[in-house]
Nanobody
Framework: QAQLVESGGGLVQTGGSLRLSCEGS????????MAWFRRPSGKEREFVAS????????YYANSVRGRFTIARDNDKSTLYLQMNNLKPEDTAVYYC?????????????????????WGRGTQVTVSS
């Protein structure tokens, strides 16, 4: 992946929704598994959700399962994160990332070091 660019962040009230997008390189996007991570202010970056190359397999962090949905459109070279029922604790900078080597995902939280290309992030702020 040459570059990843996130968009769609913003300010929303508790209970609201946002959809994040991440556009990648048309030449390589469909080859790799992808994921979303987030970094709350003053905290470590944490895993949010992952998806395999064709979108058929997904995995979520417990904190977002049932509220967030990860998806991808390989024809548009774009990764999405639909976030519903947002909570103040979802406030963070959200990053998309592409796996270095694999098209598949495991049924567990992936290691951040397995991801070689990262976007610059988009801020999501949920007000209480």
């Amino acid at each position: 992946q040459a570059q990843l660019v996130e968009s769609g962040g913003g300010l929303v009230q508790t209970g609201g929704s946002l959809r994040l997008s991440c556009e990648g390189s048309a030449h390589t996007f469909r080859r790799y598994a992808m994921a979303w991570f987030r970094r709350p202010s003053g905290k470590e970056r944490e895993f949010v959700a992952s998806i395999n190359w064709n979108g058929y397999s997904t995995y979520y962090a417990n904190s977002v399962r049932g509220r967030f949905t990860i998806a991808r459109d390989n024809d548009k070279s774009t990764l999405y994160l639909q976030m519903n029922n947002l909570k103040p604790e979802d406030t963070a900078v959200y990053y998309c990332a592409a796996d270095k080597f694999s098209a598949q995902i495991e049924d567990t939280e992936p290691r951040q070091r397995d991801f070689g290309t990262w976007g610059r992030g988009t801020q999501v702020t949920v007000s209480s």
